[in-house]
């Protein structure tokens, strides 16, 4: 039936305030910016930054900074003022160790891409002069070193496979010929391959707390090595990142496969192989490590709350959500029903997560439901995770989202989680275990930065649960990722 034109939403289902778009100072300009906010003098951490206002970060809260409270601003980059004004206070957002201060600018405005115009000028001053020879000279001698043993080992073996592979087509071979050739190459080029990560990591360890230096190295190994790898799947899909961040849905099934892709023979035998590095391993361990739990919790909350309940499960940052369709297709069916609230940042990831849930669930007929959660990294941090009504959930679980968080906000969003976890649940929240010997590959091969924990350091995570939650910290079987395991206790029963 055709709607009359008051019953229509377009004009105002669209119409909103113009509001300008508030950007991450890392997304914005380049490593050598150096920003430096100055309010009323004195220095504090930039956080984000729009046309008409800015955030920054202090360790104090809303008292100090009263809403509506004039400020004077002065913000600089690569020691050169680019704007200088007065701001009133806007917003502060608590944190467990500090704030966040939004302010609106009173005076002028930002001019970002006058902005990253500056400061890409700034970069190309100093790429021209001292140029190539002055950055190369910031990188240690024996870390180029290790760089062109290992560029030498990626172009010999280009060069062969190459070659053989030529022979091979010419000769008639086919694609499972081919497939066989790959898997003799990957058998003997893994661990030679591993080993010379390991030294390579070795020497990175030397320099990671000297930031100038870090950074050349980083800019010269992408320089050298990055462009002969942008033939490998793997190594393209997570050093371009074309959903923003690195270790997206389709890298994590990359993993999950295991198969020989590219359209190489040389592709299809390092793509195979960077499968194989520990944390890649790590990421299907940790899935078969993650489908145990749910079992067993599954079982204890069907013990607790007879046949006719509803298992309550919620997954951050599910990515593909391949636990879920494992245990499904492990399990198949069930008294009661099973409820999983899958929550990603991306679309393309829900839509592959429900696509394999939901085939695995009408194969085997099991009694479950899947609801999506459509969230940002950003929001879950910052606003939580809207699910139900608090202690709604029997198992909450995270596999990789906290190996990007800082420990503040990580404890922060541990602790709102909590409050989702019914009584007797278990929250299991993963990060990849430091010190790790092959960090080199990912942090300068695919310009994947990662935060490494120590199992002190992940217990510390828990560090604003009630005294009451139960709290272990325990590898899983891969021995890459730690979990925090953080168990609501029942409340005390009257006598």
Excluded at 14 to 27: G, L
Excluded at 83 to 99: D, I, L, W
Aim: aromatic share 10%; proline share 6%; net charge negative.
């Amino acid at each position: 039936m055709v709607k009359t034109y008051e019953a229509l939403m377009g004009s105002l289902g669209r119409s909103m305030f113009y509001r300008p778009e508030r950007q991450r100072v890392r997304e914005l300009l380049s490593r050598d910016a150096r920003p430096k906010l100055l309010i009323n003098g004195a220095e504090y951490p930039l956080f984000d930054v729009s046309m008409n206002g800015l955030s920054f970060l202090t360790p104090n809260g809303a008292r100090d900074w009263p809403i509506g409270t004039t400020i004077d601003l002065e913000l600089l980059l690569h020691e050169e003022p680019v704007y200088s004004g007065t701001a009133h206070v806007a917003r502060v957002e608590p944190g467990p160790r500090g704030s966040r201060v939004g302010v609106g600018l009173m005076t002028g405005f930002l001019d970002l891409p006058e902005i990253r115009r500056r400061d890409d000028q700034k970069l190309l001053e100093e790429q021209m002069d001292p140029g190539a020879a002055g950055q190369m000279a910031k990188v240690p001698q024996s870390y180029r070193e290790k760089v062109t043993e290992i560029l030498h080992f990626f172009q010999f073996y280009r060069r062969a496979l190459d070659y053989h592979e030529r022979r091979f087509r010419a000769e008639g071979a086919t694609d499972s010929d081919l497939t066989a050739f790959a898997q003799r190459a990957y058998e003997a080029l893994r661990e030679p391959y591993y080993q010379l990560h390991r030294e390579a990591t070795s020497e990175a360890l030397k320099f990671m707390s000297q930031r100038e230096v870090l950074i050349a190295a980083k800019e010269y190994t992408e320089t050298v090595l990055v462009p002969l790898t942008l033939d490998i799947p793997l190594n393209k899909r997570a050093y371009l990142k074309p959903m923003g961040y690195p270790g997206d849905y389709q890298v994590m099934l990359y993993y999950y496969n295991k198969s020989f892709e590219g359209d190489s023979v040389f592709a299809k035998v390092f793509h195979r192989i960077g499968l194989e590095h520990p944390l890649a391993h790590g990421v299907c361990t940790r899935k078969d490590f993650i489908v145990q739990l749910m079992e067993g919790e599954h079982d204890r909350v069907l013990a607790e709350r007879g046949g006719s309940c509803e298992f309550r499960v919620a997954s951050l940052g599910c990515g593909p959500a391949r636990e879920v369709s494992d245990y499904v297709s492990k399990r198949q069916t069930w008294p009661g029903t099973a409820v999983w609230t899958l929550i990603d940042q991306e679309e393309e990831a829900l839509g592959v997560a429900f696509r394999s849930c939901k085939r695995e669930i009408g194969d085997c007929g099991a009694p479950a439901q899947l609801d999506l959660l459509n969230l940002s990294f950003v929001q879950m941090i910052n606003e939580g995770v809207p699910l139900h009504d608090p202690e709604s959930q029997d198992f909450i679980y995270c596999t990789g989202l906290f190996d990007y968080i800082k420990e503040s906000r990580a404890q922060g969003l541990i602790r709102a989680l909590y409050d989702l976890l019914a009584p007797g649940g278990l929250m299991s929240v993963g990060n990849a275990i430091g010190p790790q010997d092959c960090f080199w590959t990912p942090e300068f091969l695919g310009d994947w930065s990662m935060i490494y924990r120590t199992r002190d350091q992940v217990l510390q995570l828990g560090a604003l649960l009630p005294d009451s939650a139960g709290l272990e910290v325990v590898a899983e079987p891969g021995n890459a990722y730690y979990f925090l395991n953080i168990r609501k206790k029942e409340p005390a029963r009257g006598v």
